[in-house]
């Protein structure tokens, strides 16, 4: 069952890079707050995109430890070091579709967003823990007593605050990004937690029936 679940936490991990990283492409019709962070970074600082996700990731572990330790696991760590790179790695192999400048990029940003929905819901599913800003907004919920929902919003504006000030691509699709992966996030969260439960279940009657 470990085996499992970690190829479903790899298999979204890896879709959830390169969606990042389709999007990236496009990035001039906006991006996630993060992402809009991690470009602004890269624009001033160099290194990589992907790099700057990987030093972002590990500051808020780094932060997570000393607020509420609970939340950072294995899939913590392998969330914040290994989402950056793959989408780097997506970049580089230069397979992906191009700007064209027209309403087509809108077409390619929402594939991108419904790809990091999924990948989302499949790492998270997988049940190795929480990636380092979820695990945040975590510990900021339970320091300050605010929903979820609305420690998400605090933190994700502050990040797009910093961005935008940075010269990060701050557009329309910015602000719709949140409502149209979140929906797709919660339907393939729902989709793969049912399989992991039937591969749950379908382990314990084997070996219910190796027993009698």
């Keep these: 069952m470990k085996a499992i679940q970690y190829l479903l936490f790899f298999l979204g991990l890896t879709f959830f890079g390169l969606g990042n990283a389709i999007a990236v492409k496009v990035k001039y019709v906006g991006l996630h707050p993060w992402e809009v962070l991690n470009v602004a970074l890269y624009q001033h600082f160099g290194l990589t995109i992907g790099t ?19 939340y950072i696991s294995i899939g913590t760590f392998l969330n914040a070091l290994l989402i950056g790179p793959i989408m780097d790695f997506f970049l580089w192999l230069k397979i992906l579709p191009e700007a ?34 979820d695990g945040f907004m975590l510990s900021i919920s339970n320091k300050t007593k605010l929903s979820v929902s609305q420690a998400r919003i605090l933190v994700e504006s502050f990040v797009l605050i910093i961005g935008f000030i940075l010269g990060g691509p701050v557009f329309i699709a910015t602000f719709l990004y949140t409502f149209i992966q979140s929906p797709v996030f919660q339907k393939s969260l729902m989709l793969f937690n049912s399989l992991v439960e039937v591969m749950k279940d379908k382990k314990k009657q084997i070996r219910e029936d190796v027993y009698l």
């Excluded at 700057?52 to 609970?70: D, E, N, P, Q, Y």
């Design 52 to 70: 700057w996700g990987v030093i972002c990731g590990l500051f808020l572990i780094v932060i997570s430890f000393f607020t509420a330790r609970k």
């Design 100 to 133: 064209t400048n027209s309403w087509i990029d809108y077409l390619i940003l929402l594939g991108a967003i419904v790809i990091t929905g999924i990948g989302g819901g499949m790492y998270v599913a997988a049940g190795l823990g929480a990636g380092p800003r």
